[in-house]
């Protein structure tokens, strides 16, 4: 979607990072949700790099140890395709980040012969295991500020997402999506109306309907109250009959979602070329939050600024509490 960069005829254009920058940028919140955890247990107003670079490692076990154990509205971490963490999953994700490389490959083994070495739980041993690493080579890292992690980031979720294959689309509407949620967290420090979100990893079916990313909204129970569900739209060719069949399908979905639960949204991302207008209008008035790009599916490799607010502005009100599900018209 943005201007290609063409060097002596040759486009040289660099879209992976433009989409992998902006979901690292994502991951701010749950960083400086960590440093917030740490001020806390340290009593001191310091940045997190300060404090894990002075603090004794039986203060950086209980600090890691106390965001493991943290209850409550808690900020998202996630892969390259935008799939959210279980929250321990993230604080191992992060703080591994912070020193490690290949938590999961290289770590993780070695983390389960010590939780069989020392009769432990896999919790208090990750933060032992976190904690003397960051202890043993914060003098070699010598940073632990956020521009710093955020090049780590952008390697690690570029990494997963080439692990992750045929879900480029997706990546795309759940980096927009983690973008509105995240962009109210920082705002909000919670999630308005809800205790927690969860951004599932795989499609979700009811009935004969599949989408392609959905979000769901917990209680404190950690129970999910109503879910946000995308189903994604794309056409190689233009216009014509395939208008009409997107708004067949769209009529579909939203009867499968509203005899599944009424209390659910639905959120239609939809790219094809020469639309109608009133084909348009038609799928925005039977949805509760449309995005319609007028590119071929190619060219689609993320939200524009413009969109990307409206998507914002539709989170927002949905997490107040100030709007609700749309329902089914006759």
């Known amino acids: 979607m943005s201007n290609p960069l063409i060097v002596s005829d040759i486009d040289i254009t660099h879209t992976r990072l ?22 806390k247990c340290f009593s001191k107003n310091a940045s997190l790099d300060e404090m894990l670079k002075e603090a004794s490692k039986s203060e950086v076990k209980s600090a890691i140890f106390n965001c493991y154990q943290a209850e409550g509205s808690l900020p998202l971490l996630f892969d390259g395709v935008g799939r959210s963490y279980p929250h321990s999953k993230a604080c191992y994700y992060m703080f591994s980040w912070l020193i490690r490389d290949a938590p999961q490959q290289r770590l993780g083994p070695l983390i389960q012969r010590i939780v069989r070495n020392s009769l432990i739980s896999r919790t208090e041993a990750e933060a032992e295991a976190l904690s003397s690493l960051i202890y043993r080579y914060r003098r070699n890292v010598k940073t632990f500020d956020w521009q710093a992690i955020r090049e780590v980031i952008i390697d690690r979720l570029e990494g997963s997402r080439r692990a992750i294959r045929g879900q ?5 509407i759940r980096t927009a999506l983690l973008t509105a949620i995240q962009t109210f967290f920082e705002k909000h420090d919670g999630y308005g109306e809800y205790a927690a979100v969860e951004i599932e990893s795989k499609e979700v079916r009811i009935g004969n309907e599949t989408f392609d990313v959905s979000l769901s909204l917990l209680d404190s129970k950690g129970k999910c109250e109503r879910r946000i569900l995308v189903p994604i739209k794309t056409r190689e060719t233009e216009g014509g009959g395939h208008s ?6 769209i009529k579909s979905a939203v009867s499968a979602v509203k005899f599944d639960n009424a209390d659910d949204f639905l959120v239609a991302v939809i790219v094809a070329k020469n639309w109608s207008e009133r084909e348009k209008e038609t799928i925005r008035n039977l949805v509760d939050h449309a995005v319609i790009f007028d590119l071929s599916p190619n060219e689609f490799t993320d939200f524009t600024s413009e969109e990307q607010a409206r998507l914002n502005s539709f989170i927002a009100s949905l997490l107040k509490g100030r709007i609700s599900p749309k329902t089914v018209k006759g």
Do not use: C, G, H, M
């Not at 433009?18 to 001020?39: C, G, H, M, N």
């Not at 480029?168 to 795309?172: F, I, L, M």
């Not at 009409?244 to 399908?249: A, E, H, S």
């Open 244 to 249: 009409n069949l997107f708004t067949r399908d």
């Open 168 to 172: 480029e689309k997706e990546a795309v």
């Open 18 to 39: 433009v989409e992998l920058t902006k979901l690292a940028d994502r991951a701010k919140p749950f960083y400086d949700w960590i440093e917030s955890r740490f001020q």
